[in-house]
């Protein structure tokens, strides 16, 4: 594989600007060919950075470009269905942040769009693609008995606005997870049920699976600052495997298995000495790291609950480069490595890749599937056969 893969990026918002772009700088499979974004601003500063053969606020242009054989989209997700089935069409090769629509009717039209023009699409679950998921996916992989998987995540959303960006968090957010459990159950979810008690953004989701497996998630908008976002734990065939924000992995009754922290990761921007502490500290030092965040905004009165509007702050206003990002982006939730795996799948011409536009519906499913059932306070169903395109 020594040639690169002429690449786009659409959208210079956090995840491209502090992910793929420099993931995929750092990477030599990929030629960084044009940057895309309506703001002017942010394509001048990029450039300089990244230097790309072009740029454009127009992401039509792209279209013509011949050369240009995959794009990177990280948009608000009402583009993400539309474009990807432009690009599709045109012959480019597709990797879209999640969730691949706000609409099943929109990623089932994505899906039949890859089948038909025969390009690759990958989803941005990079979870399945983090080194502490891989861990623990290998350890209970082989256990014969259904698993139970409980799944939190609770976020401090007081520097965004309402609904996390004006989406509901059990599509915006809880399709991420919606994805983990599809890959650990490695089964077909049959039925869901969710709540919402008191404010918006505080669900409970229990999902049922074919083969018996269970799974629960508990996500918050109303958390802190201070504490780990993520924990996932399972249990399997007499053995427990939790994971704590992808920095620490615990098991009880694995052999030879006890903890394993993991490091940081490295990006421009963020500090490698803290990146390399993860690993060597572990969970504590990332903890700090959360707390000193955290203390930072309050004590500099930089969120101010406001009841007039939600209680929600203007962090994201203060900061154009939103003080959140360098801790939640420092661990290793995967991002380098599920584009890498993208890369080579395209140049290799294999799959599977990823999670690809069927795992991008089964995702929309649920999370519409779980918006119904807050709302009809009912179980919902789900009908595989959404997805046999």
């Not at 989803?123 to 080194?131: D, E, H, S, T, Y």
């Not at 390399?276 to 990332?286: D, M, Q, R, S, V």
């Not at 584009?339 to 011409?349: M, Q, S, T, V």
């Not at 519409?368 to 919902?380: D, F, G, L, P």
Request: aromatic fraction near 10%.
């Amino acid at each position: 594989m020594s040639r690169e893969i002429n690449t786009a990026f659409i959208g210079i918002g956090s995840l491209n600007s502090k992910q793929h772009l420099p993931n995929a700088f750092h990477n030599a499979l990929f030629h960084i060919s044009a940057i895309c974004d309506v703001n002017r601003d942010a394509l001048d500063k990029y450039a300089g950075l990244y230097s790309p053969d072009m740029v454009t606020t127009d992401y039509k242009e792209l279209l013509k470009k011949p050369e240009i054989e995959l794009v990177v989209m990280a948009l608000p997700p009402r583009f993400h269905a539309p474009m990807s089935i432009e690009f599709l069409e045109a012959g480019k090769h597709v990797y879209v942040e999640k969730p691949l629509s706000e609409d099943i009717e929109s990623s089932i039209k994505v899906a039949k769009t890859v089948k038909a023009t025969r390009k690759k699409l990958a989803v941005g679950f990079n979870r399945r693609f983090a080194p502490s998921y891989l861990d623990a996916f290998e350890i209970i992989k082989n256990d014969k008995g259904p698993i139970m998987i409980n799944y939190r995540m609770v976020d401090d959303e007081r520097d965004r606005p309402p609904l996390h960006n004006g989406r509901p968090r059990l599509l915006d957010e809880a399709c991420h997870v919606f994805d983990v459990f599809n890959w650990f159950a490695r089964s077909e979810p049959v039925n869901i049920y969710a709540t919402e008690f008191g404010r918006i953004g505080d669900n409970q989701v229990i999902v049922e699976y074919e083969n018996g497996v269970s799974a629960a998630l508990v996500i918050s908008s109303h958390g802190a600052f201070h504490w780990p976002k993520e924990r996932m734990e399972i249990v399997g065939d007499n053995k427990v495997v939790a994971v704590e924000d992808f920095v620490e992995l615990q098991t009880g009754g694995v052999p030879g298995w006890t903890q394993k922290n993991y490091p940081g990761r490295e990006f421009d921007g963020f500090s490698k000495g803290y990146a390399k502490a993860y690993e060597e500290l572990g969970l504590p030092f990332y903890r700090y790291m959360r707390r000193m965040m955290g203390d930072l905004l309050l004590d500099n009165k930089l969120i101010e609950k406001n009841p007039e509007k939600e209680k929600w702050g203007v962090v994201g206003e203060m900061f154009p480069d939103n003080i959140r990002i360098p801790v939640n982006y420092s661990c290793d939730k995967g991002w380098y490595n599920a584009l890498d795996h993208f890369g080579r799948c395209i140049l290799e011409d294999r799959g599977p890749c990823n999670s690809d536009a069927i795992d991008g519906v089964k995702a929309t499913v649920m999370s519409i599937k779980a918006m119904e059932s807050v709302k009809s306070r009912t179980v919902q169903s789900i009908d595989k056969d959404i997805w046999k395109i």
